[in-house]
């Protein structure tokens, strides 16, 4: 952590968390110095309120249980230190609203070395809170940085990599870069990737993580897009799925047709439960029964499911009377008690499914 501090800057005292979360916490840095900034502005404040405001008041586990701001103007600021997020709209709001007033375009020369630094500030600030967290019996063990820039990912995870070498990142999760660009500067191929995409950097290979750079439209929609994924359960203590399989559909393994493959898979929220919406009339008898044998639910994970494959029908052959309930999305597991080798021999048994049902 760079030594140098802010003069005059008064002790943060940290509030004590509320209870325990395998959720990660959340560093959101936005750089302001873009030239389209005050366009910029208008659509992130939006997006981050309404992802925020459903945050706050959603019932069940905490899906996000802590969140700070910075900007980068081109010194970091601390707009939020970090705060819990659960039935705290009006302090999120405040915010929010001090970022709305950073409406000056293109007034601040561009640079990286401020959202440096307001990385290597938000993970001292986070192990500062973990530590009095955890004098209080309480554990925020993980955080994830969000970086929503206008300027070249490129460059900046550059700098990223290197000014990190030297950071205690045992709590970091995952870093991203998000690029936002307007459609006219959007190509084709520009999807989610991680960078070193071309040979691996001695300098990544120091951090023992890889930086996520990922382009998004510059419009309210992508970003709450963005923003909900902060939403999803990002446990990985057990997978949540087991699809039995008849072995002999992969032409790769060695086993009897007449034995089952097991696929190890996590299940992914697509929408969210009415019944976990605040307001809702009559939510808590709404929800769905978890006493019942149909019951499946992403979050929390209680529960081992496994299905069994009896056969494979195409979609206009099911009929959708019989479908009901809230969807989900499966993924192959991330779970971290299974080795690397039994990950990836599972990953891509996933895929060559998939692949067999195009």
């Not at 005050?38 to 996000?64: D, F, I, K, M, Y």
């Not at 980068?72 to 009006?90: D, S």
């Amino acid at each position: 952590m760079n030594s140098r501090k802010l003069p005059s800057e008064p002790r943060r005292i940290f509030p004590a968390a509320k209870a325990p979360s395998q959720q990660p916490s959340h560093i959101l840095v936005v750089d302001v110095t873009s030239p389209s900034w005050a366009n910029t502005c208008s659509v992130l404040s939006e997006a981050l309120e309404n992802v925020l405001c459903l945050a706050c008041g959603l019932a069940g586990p905490c899906r996000v249980p802590l969140l700070s701001l910075y900007v980068v103007q081109p010194q970091q600021e601390c707009l939020l230190p970090f705060t819990q997020v659960r039935e705290n709209f009006a302090r999120i709001q405040a915010c929010i609203s001090e970022l709305r007033s950073l409406t000056a375009e293109g007034c601040f020369p561009q640079g990286v070395n401020g959202v440096v630094q307001a990385v290597q500030d938000g993970l001292q600030q986070f192990k500062q809170y973990s530590r009095h967290t955890a004098a209080g019996g309480s554990t925020n063990s993980s955080v994830e940085i969000t970086i929503l820039t206008s300027q070249p990912s490129r460059e900046m995870v550059k700098q990223l990599e290197k000014k990190l070498q030297d950071i205690d990142l045992v709590s970091l999760r995952r870093i991203q870069v998000i690029e936002v660009l307007k459609r006219d500067f959007l190509q084709p191929e520009d999807v989610e990737q991680c960078v070193p995409a071309e040979e691996p950097s001695s300098d990544m290979a120091i951090l023992g993580m890889d930086i996520e750079v990922q382009t998004v439209e510059d419009n309210v929609i992508s970003l709450e897009m963005l923003f909900k994924t902060w939403l999803h359960d990002h446990g990985t203590e057990r997978e949540q799925l087991h699809l039995l399989l008849p072995s002999g559909g992969f032409g790769h393994t060695a086993a009897p047709k007449n034995t089952l493959m097991c696929l190890k898979c996590d299940l992914q929220e697509r929408l969210l439960d009415p019944a976990l919406l605040s307001g809702t009339a009559d939510g808590a008898g709404r929800a769905a029964d978890p006493s019942s044998p149909w019951h499946v639910a992403a979050w929390p994970s209680t529960a081992l499911h496994k299905l069994r494959v009896l056969k494979a029908l195409k979609s206009e052959g099911v009929c959708e009377s019989v479908l009901y309930g809230l969807p989900f999305i499966i993924k192959p597991t991330s779970c971290w008690q299974l080795d690397w080798d039994e990950l990836e021999t599972n990953q891509h048994s996933f895929h060559a499914l998939c692949h067999s049902l195009l």
